[in-house]
Nanobody
């Protein structure tokens, strides 16, 4: 089993920044994908960003490119999502997740087996 705990959400004004953290513990995998997703009220969960291990390649949704950055601290077993230039439409619950199979379909939520509890991000206009 893998346990994921997100933190760092909150209320921020448009144009501001937040850094989300996802602390991982438990089982390890040789090749996997760490992903960030978000879900706004009444909407489906959508892909935001992903990082592969061990290659550390990163991928972003179009809505996140140029504003968000995914990174990791191996010593802390923690993945981060730095979010800059936030917009009201970024308001959502943000989740981190692990795909232990390293699927090429990393944008699809159903490929991920392990999920955190989510952290609320609210961007005011």
């Amino acid at each position: 089993q893998v346990q994921l705990v997100e933190s760092g959400g909150g209320l921020v004004q448009a144009g501001g920044s937040l850094r989300l953290s996802c602390a991982a513990s438990g089982r390890t995998f040789g090749r996997y994908v760490m992903g960030w997703f978000r879900q706004a009220p009444g909407k489906e969960r959508e892909f935001v960003a992903a990082m592969w291990w061990p290659t550390t390649n990163t991928y972003y949704a179009d809505s996140a490119k140029g504003r968000f950055a995914i990174s990791r601290d191996n010593a802390k077993n923690t993945v981060y999502l730095q979010m800059n230039s936030l917009k009201p439409e970024d308001t959502a619950v943000y989740y981190c997740a692990v795909d232990p199979n390293g699927s090429v379909y990393y944008t699809r939520a159903y490929e991920y087996d392990y999920w955190g509890q989510g952290t609320q991000v609210t961007v005011s206009s």
